[in-house]
């Protein structure tokens, strides 16, 4: 990492070893999803992406075996550490002295429940500790109603004298509205010696994380704290109430984001488009669209009404997705449409393809658990009504019948019908209606 010519690694430890109770859930908290991200996962890339972190490493414990095939399957430069039993973040951090043994550098501490947390706040929050060369820096907000938080208690001098929660506060101390953010950066060399010295003597019987404030002012080290400037983005994770608002809150930024860039959102009360989305100017979003996962969508596209686009779809410029459409892990060329009530999954279509309406690309086979591809070229129009049974290819310029069943590869400029014969039976009303009198 290099901050004003200063080059230091820098490490993460990322807390994540609760339960949750509150969730009421089987799942483990961290992993409790919005736009079908992990909540661990936003705060994971949000210090990946500050381009400064070596390293991360997440203290598991409740279904410590789920969080870790999570981390492990999706991130490279993140390992796992078993918190048992779990005594306090101070214990939690603790977890990490025997593989940060010779570690020289900044260490910063984050919760793996606070997802709106930002790779810019935390460039200011490491910028910050480094201009005043601090050993513990605390990030703090401003809360006019700061009640059941830690109030931050500051020095004449500005700097960081402790941080006293709620229930141990006078009645002075309860009007300062600086609280702590829940977030540190520690210089590890100096900080170290702490977690080996933290005591249990409190209410709860647990290490606080808290408590090596007060051990460094006593070493005279030099202890501040940050105070960052959207107190939204510290929003912790505790219950599915406070899940659906993060929610709103991530969805709110993305959506005034892209109309900022010029996308047309009708009815962005209704629509929920992820934050790793993005969508070309002149776009137009119908309302009742949700958008989850990565995906680019090029301009003067019309998304909706009522359409879902899932992860790894990438749609180009003039594209045109209806109502009731799903469409995942898909490449749609531009000028193709498929406007009305169907399926496009595992599947590429080229440019200027038309898909009837119920349209579905087949693309699981139940028995060998597999998922195969769906290619439809240029120019290649399928009827209503039709399934196409990956893996199959529609060359260019062919037609698919409506009602067609497609499980081989369709040649160039070709029809492709599968239905029977229409039959008639003439005046079959008029002799049922006999009959049945």
């Not at 078993?82 to 593989?99: I, N, R």
């Amino acid at each position: 990492m290099k901050i004003d010519n200063i080059e230091e690694k820098v490490i993460t430890v990322i807390m994540a070893a609760g339960k949750g109770t509150r969730m009421k859930s089987d799942t483990p908290k961290v992993l409790h999803t919005i736009f079908d991200k992990t909540l661990v996962g936003y705060v994971i890339d949000a210090v990946n992406k500050t381009g400064l972190v070596d390293e991360n490493y997440i203290i598991v414990g409740h279904q410590a075996e789920r969080v870790e095939e999570y981390v492990t399957k999706n991130y490279q430069n993140t390992k796992t550490v078993l918190q048992s039993p779990q005594l306090g973040t101070g214990h939690a951090v603790s977890m990490v002295l025997s593989f940060l043994n010779d570690f020289k550098g900044e260490v910063i501490i984050l919760c793996g429940d606070t997802p709106l947390i930002t790779e810019e706040t935390l460039k200011d929050f490491i910028q910050a500790h480094y201009n005043k060369k601090s050993d513990l820096t605390v990030m703090s907000a401003i809360f006019e109603n700061p009640t059941n938080y830690g109030r931050i208690i500051r020095n004449k001098d500005d700097s960081l004298n402790s941080i006293v929660e709620e229930k141990d506060a006078t009645l002075e101390q309860k009007l300062i509205k600086e609280v702590n953010a829940g977030i540190y950066c520690i210089n590890w060399e100096r900080i170290k010696p702490a977690f080996s010295q933290l005591k249990t003597n409190n209410a709860q019987g647990e290490y606080y994380l808290t408590d090596i404030i007060k051990w460094a002012n006593e070493q005279n080290l030099n202890v501040n704290a940050h105070i960052l400037k959207n107190n939204e983005e510290i929003f912790g994770i505790n219950s599915k109430i406070q899940l659906s608002e993060a929610t709103k809150i991530l969805n709110k930024k993305s959506v005034i984001r892209l109309m900022e860039e010029g996308v047309q959102i009708v009815d962005p009360d209704t629509t929920f488009i992820s934050p790793e989305t993005t969508i070309g100017a002149d776009t137009l979003v119908l309302p009742n669209v949700y958008i989850t996962g990565k995906n680019i969508i090029g301009k003067n596209c019309k998304i909706g009404p009522f359409a879902h686009i899932r992860d790894g779809a990438t749609i180009g410029n003039n594209v045109r997705i209806g109502n009731f459409v799903e469409v995942k892990k898909s490449v749609i060329e531009e000028n193709s449409k498929t406007d009305h009530l169907s399926y496009i999954g595992d599947a590429h279509l080229g440019k200027n393809v038309n898909i009837g309406a119920g349209t579905i690309t087949a693309n699981y086979n139940a028995l060998t658990k597999e998922k195969c591809k769906t290619i439809i070229c240029d120019d290649a129009k399928i009827g209503s009504n039709s399934v196409l049974v990956a893996p199959v290819r529609i060359e260019n310029g062919a037609n698919v019948g409506a009602l067609s069943v497609i499980t081989t590869d369709v040649p160039e400029n070709s029809l492709a019908v599968t239905r029977s014969p229409m039959k008639i039976f003439k005046d079959w009303v008029l002799t049922k209606i006999k009959k049945d009198n």
